[in-house]
């Protein structure tokens, strides 16, 4: 008797298909992007590196606070930093920012950390953020969060890094005989040159302004003359090569440095640093593939895990940065690629030039870039009500429609929305934003975000179920009055 019935194939070959297939999409994934890094590189070589100077205004103070206390050794975090940025250029293909992780070198500077505390928090989050990504709670928290909160998160972070822009310039060192003519230079360099960057896209301000800012440089170390109490750099030569160091972190150095540090900078992380920026990616770069929560929390993961242990500064990825490096032309992964090698020769080579050159760099001019990140980041909020927005756009309707039948979400178009729920959703954004900006604080932003967004809710379910509590009430009024 012959077998007629076909044969299944056994979970063995059904998982070795599933394998083969993962990984020829992973491969022709990376190919597309590598593609894209090239030609971008190519056709906008200038802006691309221009960019990828962008952030400069948020790492550097708090790179030459840490350094100058002795929290963190500058030549690994230059190191580990800049292999991050070189692996996230490769991986993602976007600009994506590798920046400190702000509460917790916040708390270090106040309270002194060792480098064991410091590094003790940043293991902390990082082992906290992957758990989160591994078991996929990352990504269902994205789902439910709703848009117009994110937006806020976004938008506060913009507007903080915009008050906080006037510090960078009072904190900075200076020769005295120059300061009043930088006094004067604050104004108008602000004024030509953050509209200018709006109008020219192409023109490469970010790379202008560290070129004016090395002449400056040079300037202070011709006068030798510095109002300053920061200790300075060791004597030349500043040209030494690294040494690396590892320790391991005692428990209650851990401790401190977990419930001091880490536990605060983890609702940080979470919000800014991976969910504002998936969100933020979707909304700039659009045509690129924009990478997930989960994969920017793994990143976050793994450079922390490889890096604290040599004493490197905690980072994380952030939306602000993202904002900076794309206003100043960063389209591609190319820009941080080319930052992340810079960051890693200096690191390797001139630790002690690098810190010497960071010291001295023009406040002036960090507090522009500066500036320019926190309009980038808070124009995004001004597509809360548009397609722009991600649960309003055209090209998310075939997906969500298909989400919204197993968790209940009303996804609709931008012209659908009644004019009370686009005031409600502005109203959802700005509570996030006061929350942000009154008590400096993400995590108390995204609470009253969703305690209005909760609010709205609870008076829409109310309004609904007294209207049928009403309809039912007419009824029985009705079939009484017909029976009498």
């Not at 802006?47 to 050794?73: C, K, M, Q, R, Y």
């Not at 160091?245 to 851990?254: A, E, G």
């Not at 401190?256 to 909304?283: E, H, K």
């Not at 490096?325 to 690098?354: D, H, N, P, T, V």
Request: proline share 5%.
């Amino acid at each position: 008797m012959v077998d007629t019935e076909p044969h299944l194939p056994s979970r063995r070959s059904r998982y070795l298909t599933h394998l083969e297939e993962s990984t020829r999409k992973t491969r022709d994934d990376l190919w597309k992007i590598q593609s894209y890094n090239v030609l971008t590189l190519r056709r906008h070589s200038l802006s691309e590196i221009s960019g990828s100077f962008g952030d400069l205004g948020t790492l550097l103070p708090i790179l030459i606070a840490l350094t100058v206390s002795n929290t963190i050794s500058l030549s690994s975090t230059l190191i580990f930093s800049g292999l991050a940025n070189i692996y996230t250029g490769l991986l993602f293909g976007i600009p994506l920012p590798v920046q400190p992780m702000k509460a917790v070198a916040a708390v270090a500077l106040a309270q002194d950390f060792k480098r064991e505390e410091i590094a003790s928090a940043g293991l902390f989050v990082a082992a906290a953020i992957g758990f989160l990504s591994i078991t996929g709670l990352i990504g269902w928290f994205t789902k439910v969060i709703p848009v117009p909160v994110v937006k806020g998160i976004q938008v506060g972070t913009g507007l903080s890094l915009i008050i906080s822009a006037g510090a960078l310039f009072s904190q900075s060192e200076y020769p005295n005989m120059i300061r009043p003519a930088l006094n004067a230079l604050i104004p108008v360099l602000s004024f030509f040159s953050l509209p200018a960057s709006s109008t020219f896209r192409r023109v490469p301000y970010a790379l202008i302004l560290l070129l004016i800012g090395i002449l400056f440089i040079i300037i202070f170390d011709f006068f030798g003359e510095v109002s300053s109490n920061t200790p300075l750099p060791h004597a030349p030569p500043w040209f030494r090569i690294w040494h690396p160091h590892t320790f391991v972190p005692s428990w209650p150095s851990f401790r401190r440095g977990m419930v001091d540090a880490g536990i605060g900078q983890l609702p940080l992380t979470t919000l800014n640093s991976v969910i504002a920026v998936a969100f933020l990616a979707q909304d700039l770069l659009p045509n690129v593939k924009a990478p997930s929560t989960t994969s920017l929390g793994l990143s976050v993961m793994v450079i922390n895990i490889v890096g604290c242990w040599f004493g490197a500064m905690p980072v994380c990825h952030g939306s602000g940065g993202l904002a900076a490096q794309y206003r100043f032309g960063a389209r591609s992964g190319a820009s941080i690629i080319f930052l992340g090698s810079l960051k890693l020769f200096l690191g390797l080579f001139a630790s002690e030039f690098a810190l010497h050159a960071f010291i001295y760099f023009p406040g002036v001019l960090l507090c522009i870039l500066v500036i320019a990140a926190g309009l980038e980041l808070v124009k995004v909020g001004e597509s809360l009500n548009t397609a722009g927005a991600r649960d309003l756009s055209p090209l998310k309707r075939a997906s969500t429609d298909e989400e919204s039948a197993h968790n209940g979400k009303d996804h609709r178009r931008a012209a659908d929305l009644t004019e009370e729920e686009r005031k409600r959703r502005w109203a959802v954004m700005f509570m996030t934003v006061a929350g942000i900006l009154a008590f400096k604080n993400d995590a108390v932003g995204f609470l009253a975000g969703m305690l209005c967004h909760w609010s709205f809710q609870l008076q829409d379910s109310w309004e609904e179920r007294r209207s049928r509590l009403g309809g039912y009430t007419r009824l029985e009024t009705t079939l009484h009055d017909d029976a009498a």
